[in-house]
């Protein structure tokens, strides 16, 4: 395989980018192995957001995915598009999915969209329209994707973006409060305020034109729902809620000192004390994802039947390896990951963001 070529780049916000196109290359011998030192393109360090539209096709930790220095990166669960945080605090994100200019006449306008931007199954077929704006920054973390994103600005205020009106509302429902984190999953967002208070958007079983914001009830230190929805209380019991649902039922609690805790889908794995705690009901299933002896482990990244921890600067990957897109990623050194089903990205330490995929 090779690194797929940005097709082309362009603002999303009044910046723009001159950076050309990163060249193809081939892929290296071993990926579990360090990445290549290669030089990060600068150009775009005092930019605005950007979007840079990828050529389809699979990609390689040898070449950085986008040009610029960043500190973070966040990918879709099953779509090729991510967003990057860039180390200026400004987004960049990726796709490869061209969108049409404006919604054709015979495509039905959702619960979820509206004729600027918007997204709708049409005779079987996902059909997406209108220019994704991404929001000015400077934000201090960021969760979701290109299609469906939030993050947090410096002053605790929540911008939201993407092809789901919802979601973009939810910013706006969410004005008065100081953020803290958010976690969101396609069309379904939670944002934990700095006083511990946790909001949800209603259930989405039922399409609704105009879901409410959903206060859970009692205090909670952490909220991920990229699986399962999985939230941390303030006493660190781990709580799980239904699938896609707002917090307001919880089906499963687990008693510990838990400070974060996230999902794959499959298998519930969390931060306690330092160290990884892996919850399931199948003992079969704690077997295979016994997690590595890293003490202490600063974040955990699900991926799909295969989680990735960073703990000392380093990345490890466990779980099911046959599922890490690239094979194994052992003691990596890396300022930040994430990962899915068909994608595995690393922010490097010089601040470049690569990929590599199935």
Excluded at 1 to 7: N, Q, R, T
Excluded at 132 to 156: A, E, N, Q
Excluded at 216 to 232: E, K, L, M, R, T
Aim: net charge neutral; with cysteine; hydrophobic share 40%.
């Amino acid at each position: 395989s090779s690194a797929a070529a940005p097709a082309s780049s362009s603002a999303a916000a009044p910046a723009s980018s001159s950076a050309a196109p990163v060249a193809t290359a081939a892929p290296s011998a071993s990926p579990a192995a360090t990445p290549p030192a290669v030089a990060v393109e600068p150009s775009v360090d005092d930019e605005g957001p950007l979007t840079v539209e990828l050529s389809p096709g699979p990609v390689t930790f040898d070449r950085p995915m986008m040009p610029g220095r960043f500190q973070r990166v966040v990918i879709a669960l099953g779509r090729p598009n991510g967003c990057g945080l860039r180390e200026n605090g400004e987004l960049s994100c990726w796709t490869s999915t061209p969108r049409l200019p404006a919604r054709p006449a015979d495509v039905a306008l959702g619960p979820d969209s509206d004729d600027d931007v918007g997204s709708s199954v049409s005779f079987g077929y996902l059909v997406e329209w209108g220019r994704i704006t991404l929001p000015k920054g400077p934000f201090r973390m960021i969760s979701g994707s290109f299609y469906h994103g939030c993050g947090v600005r410096l002053d605790g205020h929540l911008a939201c973006w993407g092809d789901s009106r919802q979601i973009r509302d939810f910013a706006t429902k969410l004005a008065s409060e100081k953020i803290a984190t958010v976690s969101v999953r396609m069309t379904h967002a939670c944002a934990l305020t700095e006083g511990g208070t946790l909001f949800c958007l209603e259930r989405h079983g039922t399409p609704k034109p105009d879901r409410r914001v959903v206060r859970a009830s009692g205090s909670f230190v952490a909220v991920d729902i990229q699986g399962f929805p999985w939230a941390v209380t303030s006493a660190g019991a781990a709580v799980q809620s239904e699938i896609g649902a707002d917090f307001s039922r919880i089906v499963e609690r687990v008693p510990g000192h838990f400070s974060s805790i996230v999902s794959d889908g499959f298998i519930a794995c969390g931060v306690e004390a330092g160290k990884i705690r892996c919850i399931s009901t199948l003992a079969e299933s704690l077997r295979t994802f016994a997690p590595p002896a890293l003490d202490p482990v600063e974040r955990l990244v699900p991926g799909n039947a295969y989680y990735c921890a960073l703990a000392g600067g380093k990345a490890t990957c466990f779980g099911h390896v046959h599922r890490i897109p690239g094979g194994p990623l052992d003691g990596v050194a890396v300022r930040d990951l994430a990962a899915s089903a068909s994608t595995l990205c690393i922010v490097d330490p010089a601040g470049a963001l690569r990929c590599r995929s199935r």
